[in-house]
T-cell receptor, first 117, second 115 residues
């Protein structure tokens, strides 16, 4: 079956511009996560969705970052007024909701490489 | 808060050598533990997992045992191959009462296996 897909695979943008990154999770996965991977910071959690709501936004680094999820499926991560330090690979993952408070296995997409010039 | 510490890389081994990558963690709850692998040019893949103390996760010849008493989850393989060359990430998810289901990752360990 289809895995997690992300688009675009690469994005180069000028400092100060807004960007939108898209994630299509595995069908039926109710949980969706955004992470970013950068040389200096490693793998960092950004935001977690359960259905269309985001109970954990604690990893968003500033108010320039926002995300939404519609129809319990596709999610969009938006970065406004991009800065050079936003350059990273943005990863999306999805999972089935865990049972008894447990955690479903997360499946990762290939990522979007964002370069801010 | 939660954290994961894993050994610095790169780890360079000859083919058929024994591999250990150390991983220790701190967590407020009772976490699930994972090893993820990132092959060159590819995305993150789950390698193995363990959800409770003394569980052993295994896959592709790799093993790791959840040790609550030492808060560790060391990755081992008896005989590495060139194709095992990748970056390995230890991670935890403290998805219990806290409700926080995100993964907390270690910094990653690059493994280079030479023929």
């Amino acid at each position: 079956g289809a895995g997690v897909s992300q688009s675009p695979s690469n994005k180069v943008t000028e400092k100060g511009k807004d960007v939108e990154l898209r994630c299509d999770p595995i069908s039926g996965h109710t949980a969706l996560y955004w992470y970013r991977q950068s040389l200096g910071q490693g793998l960092e959690f950004l935001i977690y969705f359960q259905g269309n709501s985001a109970p954990d936004k604690s990893g968003l680094p500033s108010d320039r970052f926002s995300a939404e999820r519609t129809g319990g499926s596709v999610s969009t991560l938006t970065i406004q007024r991009t800065q050079q330090e936003d350059s990273a690979v943005y990863l999306c993952a999805s999972s089935l909701a865990g049972t008894s408070g447990g955690v479903g296995e997360q499946y990762f997409g290939p990522g979007t490489r964002l370069t801010v010039t | 808060g939660d954290s994961v510490t894993q050994m610095e890389g790169p780890v360079t081994l000859s083919e058929e050598a024994f591999l250990t990558i150390n991983c220790t963690y701190t967590a407020t709850g009772y976490p699930s533990l994972f090893w993820y692998v990132q092959y060159p040019g590819e995305g993150l893949q789950l390698l193995l997992k363990a959800t409770k103390a003394d569980d052993k996760g295994s896959n592709k010849g790799f093993e790791a045992t959840y040790r609550k008493e030492t808060t560790s989850f060391h990755l081992e393989k008896g005989s590495v191959q060139v194709s095992d060359s990748a970056v390995y990430f230890c991670a935890l998810s403290d998805g219990g009462d806290t409700g926080r289901r995100a993964l907390t990752f270690g910094s990653g360990t690059r493994l280079q296996v030479q023929p």
